[in-house]
């Protein structure tokens, strides 16, 4: 759900991003203030492994302990939701293995969070497959927005996007597959079911290290983008508002394979881990330990039993993404460990004794190596060729995630919308939007896929606020801002004088976009005149003029786009404006009629 309304307990969810380079940073910013908000308070307990390597989950409740999991995904950020919003009215102390909807749905772990929720990968008991669960906080506002979400998400649903001879494109979005209410301590709580995906775009800008993701990729990110929101404006009616990296999700392929493999490694690990305890139990007991493993022994063992109590009161559990091919670096090795090839296995009995001055016995070793080769891994034996496997790589699967914050063509919820990096110029001039604010906002997400810095990246100096330096910027890479809006923009006067120059900032530093790219992004001229020549429609300050999606899905630099080679709309064309899609500039005034 979006970010950009007050809701009760709201904040802002620390370290995003590294903030990347501003193209144009003022000259009188004497403090530069990048995105990434400050921690949350220490009070935000995140529960890590007690070792070095995991994160376990223990219900407060319950007072169960569970085994530790491993995070073998890319995301190693230590920011979770905020355990002082774990209140009536919050969120749900959800739980490892906690079932839902009678027993239908059984929590496996925690894939991530957000301001409205927590979401958990579940085994569904019916399918036998595993699902994504968001669990909504119980405050009657988030209750109110999960239920506007739900017909949102149903209105863009497969079910309604797949005609017999045409692209599906409803696939670009994720589906909806059940929802339904759970009680649990702080009150009733909105769930909703989804198909499980991987990470989000952020944690791929992340991989690359802010230096820009292949075009390959960027390519088939943005054809599967623009088709997404072709098919949410057109045939749904439908705004999402809030597109940005993060709410963009991979898909992870064979979801049950890699849930397979993912717990398979935990438990190697939990083994591991369960084997050295017991070995350096036995070091105590036995009267062959030197006078100083003893020392360390006991005061690991002092260690692991305060972990253990501060753990009885923790009740956040570490977000565990599953990693795709794409974004996780080890991804493969995972795979690889999975089909045998460097299975981490218990030291032989002799090493063991020298290294760590302790005796297990040979039932104890026999028992934990069983346990480990017993691991069913021939599922992941691969035969494909090379040439398979390689084509694998090279694709990747989006889809438009997150419609908290979305609303219909003819009935907007609020004018406060789009996250500040991607907010459209009729939104920050409080003039009319529509569809067509969702474009300006993807061409700032597929610029900055390809660059790894924001396109606009405002902030506020002695003498503006974020949103004169946000126009300036824009006016410095696009030109002047038309008459049209600074007439109809409610807040126009704030930024502009009588004679339309901006009020609080007299220089501008005019750098259009293909020189940018060229200039500092080292693009080719042929690469920067292509990549301007695409983005530059989708960037029209005037929303009535802005390209729409469908259009852009036919453009000369997505062709050859791989998996979407032959995919083109015929009945939209090219560089045209959407204004002939209802509520693309302006909310439909009437009656609404979803
Ligand atoms: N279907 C899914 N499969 C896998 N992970 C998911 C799925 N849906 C959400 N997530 C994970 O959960 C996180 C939170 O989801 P989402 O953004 O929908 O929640 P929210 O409470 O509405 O958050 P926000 O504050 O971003 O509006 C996502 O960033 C993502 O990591």
Redesign the pocket.
């Known amino acids: ?3 950009s309304i007050n809701y009760p307990g709201y904040v802002s ?1 620390p370290n995003q991003k590294v903030a990347g380079n501003p193209i144009f940073p003022r000259e009188n910013v004497h403090t530069k203030q990048g995105t990434a908000k400050s921690k949350l308070s220490l009070a935000l307990q995140i529960q890590k492994d007690e070792t070095d390597d995991g994160v376990s989950s223990l219900h407060e409740n319950s007072g169960e302990e569970v085994d530790s999991d491993t995070d073998y995904s890319s995301c190693d950020e230590k920011n979770e939701e905020s355990l002082r919003d774990y209140k009536p009215g919050g969120y749900h102390p959800a739980f490892r293995g906690e079932t839902y909807n009678h027993g239908r749905y059984i929590l496996v772990r925690k ?7 927590t ?1 958990w ?1 579940a085994r569904d008991t019916v399918t036998n497959a595993h699902v ?1 669960m ?1 669990v ?1 906080r119980s405050d009657k506002v988030y209750t109110e927005a999960a239920l506007d979400e739900i017909k949102l998400l149903r209105r863009v649903s497969t079910r309604n996007g797949s005609v017999e001879g045409f692209y599906d494109a409803s696939k670009h979005i ?1 589906n909806l597959l059940d929802s339904f209410n759970h009680s649990g301590p702080n009150g009733k709580h909105v769930v909703m079911v ?7 775009l952020l944690a791929l800008i992340k991989k690359y290290e802010h230096r820009g993701i292949p075009v390959m990729y960027v390519k088939q990110i943005a054809k599967q983008l623009l088709l997404g929101l072709d098919y949410m404006h057109r045939k749904c009616g439908v705004i999402h508002t ?1 597109i940005k990296p ?2 963009v ?1 991979m898909e992870v392929g064979d979801v049950e394979a890699i849930v397979k493999m993912v717990e398979l490694l935990d438990k190697q690990k939990r083994d591991q881990r369960k084997f050295q305890r017991r070995a350096t139990k036995t070091s105590i007991d036995s009267p062959t330990v030197t006078a100083n493993s003893s020392r360390s022994s006991t005061s690991a063992s002092l260690e692991r039993s305060t972990t253990r109590r501060l753990r009885r009161h923790t009740l956040i559990t570490g ?1 565990q ?2 990693p795709s091919p794409i974004s996780s670096t080890n991804f493969f090795e995972m795979k690889a460990q999975m089909m045998g090839q460097s299975l981490p296995r218990p030291m032989p009995p002799s090493t063991k004794n020298n290294v760590n001055n302790v005796n297990v016995s040979g039932g104890e070793e026999e028992q934990i190596t069983n346990s480990l080769s017993s691991l069913e891994i021939s599922t992941f034996t691969d035969e494909r060729t090379e040439d398979e496997v390689s084509r694998e790589l090279d694709v990747i699967q989006i889809k438009i ?2 419609l ?2 979305a609303c219909w063509y003819d009935e907007h919820y609020t004018n406060s919308i789009q996250t500040r990096e991607y907010r459209s110029p009729e939104v920050i001039l409080g003039s009319e939007w529509g569809c067509s604010a969702d474009i300006w906002s993807a061409a700032c997400l597929i610029f900055e896929l390809l660059t790894g810095d924001f396109l606009f990246e405002p902030d506020e100096g002695h003498s503006y606020t974020k949103d004169d330096d946000h126009i300036a910027q824009m006016i410095e890479l696009l030109g002047d801002i038309p008459s049209r809006l600074l007439n109809t923009g409610r807040h126009a006067r704030t930024f502009f004088n009588s004679k339309g120059q901006l009020r609080n900032i007299s220089k501008l530093k005019y750098w259009p976009l293909k020189e940018v790219l060229r200039e500092k992004y080292k693009f080719s001229d042929e690469d920067a005149h292509n990549i301007s020549d695409f983005l530059l429609p989708m960037l029209s300050l005037d929303p009535q003029g802005r390209a729409d999606a469908g259009g852009m899905v036919n453009h000369p630099w997505l062709d050859g786009t791989v998996g979407l080679e032959a995919v083109k709309l015929s009945d939209r064309k090219l560089y045209e404006s959407g204004v002939d899609i209802p509520g693309w500039c302006q909310e439909v005034a009437g009656q609404p009629r979803h």
Request: charged share 20%; glycine share 14%.
């Open positions: 759900m979006g970010s969810k894939l991530g969070w957000g301001h409205f929720s979401v990968l994504a968001k909504v994720l989804f198909e499980v995906l991987g990470e989000n809030d993060e709410n999700l977000s993404p599953l995630a997150d908290g914050n």
